[in-house]
């Protein structure tokens, strides 16, 4: 069974970097999936911001594109998502998760963590 | 990009009822459509992908179509609401790799 846990601070300043880590069980992040992050503002759907393949590929959300990178770190199984100058919009619950890569089909998610963007 | 219209954004029905959610996109993609359910507290489920196809483990009460030759209509519908099936239904589009974007969601209450 595969096995996504997101670990990272969950108060961040206005202005600053939000950063994120998932640690990635029971699935190589080397194999033929993609590896997503989505976030949801408290109360509100679902938003896509990226997602990177083994290769390093990226592809991200137009709308956050200059504020976002996504890594992979293959020796460790796990990936990250760094949100630069952040606001209070950027306040959500942020989920990573395992992308297929026919459909696209978001199949394993994370439990999620609340990060609160607030001085 | 392609915007994701679900309807309605809530419907009451009661356990036993036919639900059927609607997702309409902005234009054409093909079958690269997937369904998930949302409980509070939780993060979402996958219930079907490439528009009509099963995940595994789903119960075969969940089903999802496409209607039209111009692929931009898709159907989420549950045969027989069971109690547990009481969520929020998102509809996401994943024809482009320019944003995977999704529907507003669909509240499911009794």
């Known amino acids: 069974q595969v096995h996504l846990q997101e670990s990272g601070p969950g108060l961040v300043k206005p202005s600053g970097t939000l950063s994120l880590t998932c640690a990635v069980s029971?699935?190589?992040?080397?194999?033929?999936?993609?590896w997503s992050w989505i976030r949801q503002p408290p109360g509100k759907g679902l938003e896509w911001i990226g997602e990177?393949?083994?290769?390093?590929?990226?592809n991200y959300n137009p709308s956050l594109t200059s504020r976002v990178t996504i890594l992979i770190e293959k020796s460790k199984n796990q990936f990250s998502l760094k949100v630069r100058s952040v606001t209070a919009a950027d306040t959500a619950v942020y989920y990573c998760a395992r992308t297929g890569d026919t459909f696209k089909e978001t199949n394993f998610w994370g439990r999620g963590t609340l990060v609160t963007v607030s001085s | 990009d392609i915007q994701m219209t679900q309807s309605p954004s809530s419907l009451s029905a009661s356990v036993g009822d036919r639900v059927t959610i609607t997702c309409r996109a902005s234009q054409s993609i093909s079958t690269y459509l997937n369904w998930y359910q949302q409980k509070p507290g939780e993060a979402p489920k996958l219930l079907i992908y490439?528009?009509?196809?099963?995940?595994s483990g789903v119960p075969s009460r969940f089903s999802g179509s496409g209607s039209g030759t111009d692929f931009t209509d898709f159907t989420l519908t549950i045969s027989s609401l069971h109690p547990e099936d009481f969520a929020t239904y998102y509809c996401?589009?994943?024809?482009?790799?320019?944003?995977?974007?999704f529907g507003g969601g669909t509240k499911v209450e009794i």
């Open positions: 996401q589009q994943s024809y482009t790799n320019l944003g995977l974007t």
């Open positions: 490439g528009a009509s196809k099963l995940q």
């Open positions: 029971g699935d190589s992040i080397s194999s033929t999936q993609w």
């Open positions: 990177i393949y083994h290769t390093g590929s990226t």
